[in-house]
């Protein structure tokens, strides 16, 4: 059993930064990832974001490339993503989410899921 508690979303002036962190307890594996999701109002949940948590590897998606960086802080247990330059088109729920195994771009991968957290970016 793995829980997960986001923390960081508000609102922000387009160009500006935050910082969203999650936190996970419960049962842990030798190998899993996490990763960042968002949902924008009556769009598909996407991917952002994954980081495997043995090596720190990471994947984005294209448009946030250069913007956005996941990292992990081991003795927390807890993933970041640090959002800069942000963008109104950024607005969405942001969620967090892990899974067994390796990194996936795919919602249907991760078996837990954070509450998600708004971010909201004005113009």
């Known amino acids: 059993q793995v829980q997960l508690v986001e923390s960081g979303g508000g609102l922000v002036q387009a160009g500006g930064s935050l910082r969203l962190s999650c936190a996970a307890s419960?049962?842990?594996?030798?190998?899993?990832?996490m990763g960042w999701f968002r949902q924008a109002p009556g769009k598909e949940r996407e991917f952002v974001a994954a980081?495997?948590?043995?090596?720190?590897?990471?994947s984005y998606k294209d448009s946030v490339k250069g913007r956005f960086t996941i990292s992990r802080d081991n003795a927390k247990n807890t993933v970041y993503l640090q959002m800069n330059s942000l963008k109104p088109e950024d607005t969405a729920v942001y969620y967090c989410?892990?899974?067994?195994?390796?990194?996936?771009?795919?919602?249907?991968?991760?078996?837990?899921w954070g509450q998600g957290t708004q971010v909201t970016v004005s113009s």
């Open positions: 989410a892990a899974r067994e195994g390796r990194a996936s771009w795919s919602t249907r991968n991760y078996r837990y």
């Open positions: 419960g049962r842990t594996f030798s190998s899993y990832a």
């Open positions: 980081l495997n948590w043995s090596d720190g590897s990471s």
